[in-house]
């Protein structure tokens, strides 16, 4: 079946500028993640979503950091006046059920954001 | 504070030869672990997992993973490496719904 997809797979901006990553979970996943891999930090968790509600969201680096997600699917994570420091690849993961700790995350390939 | 640490940051090895690479985990109780493997320009696929039980997990690939909790270890293992098994190898710790990543292991294969 499908796989988690995300897109764009490359982004090219400007300091300053706003942008928006998206993420498709499997369909019926329940929970949906978004986690960030940098050189000098490698993977962080960003925020974690239990349907459309993120009761996390303790990893977004600043306010410019903003996520949503719409009928229990699709997820957009929102960057506001990008900074360089925000260069990385951008992952989203999904897992079946509740979110607890047993579940497998299924990662998507990732949003390579490069900000100039 | 849980965490998980990986030593290793690079390791070579030659096709055809065994490989292990090393995870140590922090943690209280009973963890759960994972390996997962990054190839460039990919996602992180699942090579196994451990909740519970037996202690020695096979994975995809000809991966097998052996759980020590008198070593907080939990070491990925293949008997011998494939050209294709080039790639970044993370442990990850579950202690609740989000993921703790080792620092990941870059594995190269000498032809």
């Known amino acids: 079946g499908a796989g988690v997809s995300q897109s764009p797979s490359n982004k090219v901006t400007e300091k300053g500028k706003d942008v928006e990553l998206r993420c498709d979970p499997i369909?019926?996943?329940?929970?949906l993640y978004w986690y960030r891999q940098s050189l000098g930090q490698g993977l962080e968790f960003l925020i974690y979503?239990?349907?459309?509600?993120?009761?996390?969201k303790s990893g977004l680096p600043s306010d410019r950091f903003s996520a949503e997600r719409t009928g229990g699917s699709v997820s957009t994570l929102t960057i506001q006046r990008t900074q360089q420091e925000d260069s990385a690849v951008y992952l989203c993961?999904?897992?079946?059920?509740?979110?607890?700790?047993?579940?497998?995350?299924?990662f998507g390939p990732g949003t390579r954001l490069t900000v100039l | 504070a849980q965490s998980v640490t990986q030593p290793d940051i690079h390791i070579t090895v030659s096709e055809g030869a065994s490989l292990e690479l090393r995870c140590n985990y922090s943690?209280?109780?009973?963890?759960?672990l994972f390996w997962y493997v990054q190839s460039p320009g990919q996602g992180l696929q699942l090579l196994l997992k451990?909740?519970?039980?037996?202690?020695l997990v096979q994975g995809i690939k000809g991966f097998e993973a052996e759980f020590k909790r008198s070593q907080s270890s939990f070491n990925l293992r293949k008997p011998s490496v494939h050209w294709s098994d080039a790639a970044e190898y993370f442990c990850?710790?579950?202690?609740?719904?989000?993921?703790?990543f080792g620092t990941g292991t870059r594995l190269k294969v000498l032809a």
């Open positions: 993961a999904s897992s079946l059920s509740s979110g607890g700790y047993t579940d497998t995350q299924y």
């Open positions: 369909s019926g996943h329940t929970a």
């Open positions: 979503f239990q349907g459309n509600s993120a009761p996390d």
């Open positions: 943690y209280g109780a009973t963890p759960y």
């Open positions: 451990y909740f519970s039980g037996d202690t």
């Open positions: 990850v710790f579950s202690g609740t719904y989000k993921y703790i």
